[in-house]
């Protein structure tokens, strides 16, 4: 890893000596040093440094032209993260270092320079900025998983609750529909007994007969129930789609086919996928290849999947607000294939406006979004390539650009 030095003096003949002395770490790629000869510039230097250009150090003069070296350091300590600061000046100048100290410096190294003191400074200095570096990576993956564990917990409770609480109803409903068909079907036979043995019926009966249509209900009362019977069986998926996708009871790794989650998945946000007035039906198409059963946690495999449909609707939803009515219709593929004897490749792609190299080099970091405020926490990507690659030792990567469409590709190893 590169690390950049800013370096900051008015002196002419430090950017030569500088360079001269790190050649090797300079041609290495481990050192990447900025010249600038006032504190002013460094300053603006720092600020409009893209985050791939960010400064991770600065070496300073204490003594400059337009704003020195406290002045400067004044200004980053403003800053949300400022850079480690190392500032240089003579020995006999030792109340201007300790001020810079005072101010927040991490150290210092006197004029003339030596520069094996240099390279130890410069050395200690990186080592602390990658330690603190390491320590907020590994403080924003507790967070990401401390919010992992919440949000399952809470969505797969309130997902089981559902299910649960709409199970018993329909079980009622769905028993109940044989034996009252039974029933009706008594009750038209015995009705169709009345009109063979009494054929002339009095007035009122024939009028109220004539009323209500009885032949027509009569031959609609079955399709009514057919009707009935398809609804419930219809809502007894559902339920079992929604205790598929939330699956409390398997903490453990499990077997499981790989297909029946995605199915669920799907079957939960089938009234996304549907059009309305406003958004066109999206279309799914499922390209399935023969896989085995895999042993994964499913709950989270299901979670890695609704993430990732959600993504590629709201990118196709987002696509169609935005145009003239005049873009293909919404597809997401999804293609499942056994690679090399020894992964699961699940691919989820759609075709909808891509996205940017920029964007998807931050994709799975945590907390990064590109959904307006209170439609996205940026945690969804970051959860789901922990569960991938850390919990499953799996592979998830994106292939998109601009225009183009977007792949998201999930690989799992088959002997996990």
């Given at each position: 890893m590169s690390h950049h030095i800013l370096v900051v003096d008015d002196e002419p003949d430090i950017e030569a000596l500088i360079s001269q002395k790190f050649r090797r770490e300079i041609r290495a790629e481990l050192y990447r040093f900025t010249f600038v000869g006032n504190g002013q510039d460094a300053y603006q230097q720092i600020?409009?440094?893209?985050?791939?250009?960010?400064?991770?150090?600065v070496l300073t003069d204490i003594n400059m032209p337009v704003m020195d070296g406290l002045a400067l350091l004044a200004e980053l300590t403003?800053?949300?993260?400022?850079?480690?600061?190392?500032v240089m000046s003579a020995y006999s100048d030792m109340t201007n270092i300790r001020t810079a100290m005072n101010r927040g410096a991490f150290d210092f190294v006197t004029k003339p320079i030596n520069f094996q003191d240099l390279v130890i400074t410069i050395n200690k200095t990186l080592k602390a900025i990658d330690k603190e570096r390491w320590s907020q990576q590994q403080l924003e993956k507790a967070k990401v998983q401390l919010v992992q564990g919440e949000k399952m917990s809470a969505l797969g409770q309130m997902v089981a609750g559902v299910a649960h609480e709409i199970n018993n109803p329909v079980n009622f409903i769905y028993g109940n529909l044989k034996p009252a068909k039974s029933y009706v079907h008594d009750l038209t036979e015995l009705i169709s007994l009345y009109q063979r043995h009494y054929p002339e019926p009095v007035e009122e009966i024939q009028s109220y007969t004539e009323e209500i249509d009885l032949d027509f209900l009569q031959q609609d009362l079955?399709?009514?129930?057919?009707?009935?019977?398809?609804?419930?069986?219809?809502?007894?998926?559902?339920?079992?789609?929604?205790?598929?996708f939330?699956?409390?009871?398997?903490?453990?790794?499990?077997?499981?086919?790989?297909?029946?989650?995605?199915?669920?998945?799907?079957?939960?946000?089938?009234?996304?996928?549907?059009?309305?007035?406003?958004?066109?039906?999206?279309?799914?198409?499922?390209?399935?290849?023969?896989?085995?059963?895999?042993?994964?946690?499913?709950?989270?495999?299901?979670?890695?999947?609704?993430?990732?449909?959600?993504?590629?609707?709201?990118?196709l939803s987002d696509r169609n607000k935005e145009s003239d009515g005049s873009v293909e219709p919404g597809v997401i593929r999804i293609t499942t294939k056994v690679v090399d004897d020894d992964w699961v490749r699940i691919a989820i792609a759609d075709n909808g406006p891509g996205i940017s190299e920029d964007v998807r080099a931050k994709l799975f970091d945590p907390f990064f979004t590109t959904k307006p405020v209170g439609k996205g926490t940026g945690l969804g990507l970051s959860i789901s390539y922990q569960i991938v690659v850390d919990k499953h030792q799996g592979r998830l990567s994106c292939e998109s650009s601009l225009g183009e469409g977007t792949t998201f590709v999930i690989e799992l190893p088959l002997r996990g």
């Open positions: 600020v409009n440094a893209s985050d791939e250009a960010a400064v991770d150090m403003d800053l949300a993260c400022p850079p480690k600061t190392v079955e399709k009514l129930f057919e009707s009935l019977g398809v609804g419930a069986s219809r809502i007894r998926e559902l339920v079992l789609s929604l205790r598929n939330s699956r409390l009871d398997e903490s453990d790794k499990k077997d499981v086919d790989i297909h029946e989650g995605i199915d669920s998945t799907l079957l939960i946000l089938g009234s996304r996928l549907k059009g309305a007035l406003e958004q066109p039906e999206i279309k799914v198409i499922r390209e399935y290849g023969e896989l085995p059963r895999i042993a994964c946690y499913p709950s989270q495999l299901n979670q890695v999947v609704m993430n990732l449909l959600a993504n590629a609707i709201d990118a």
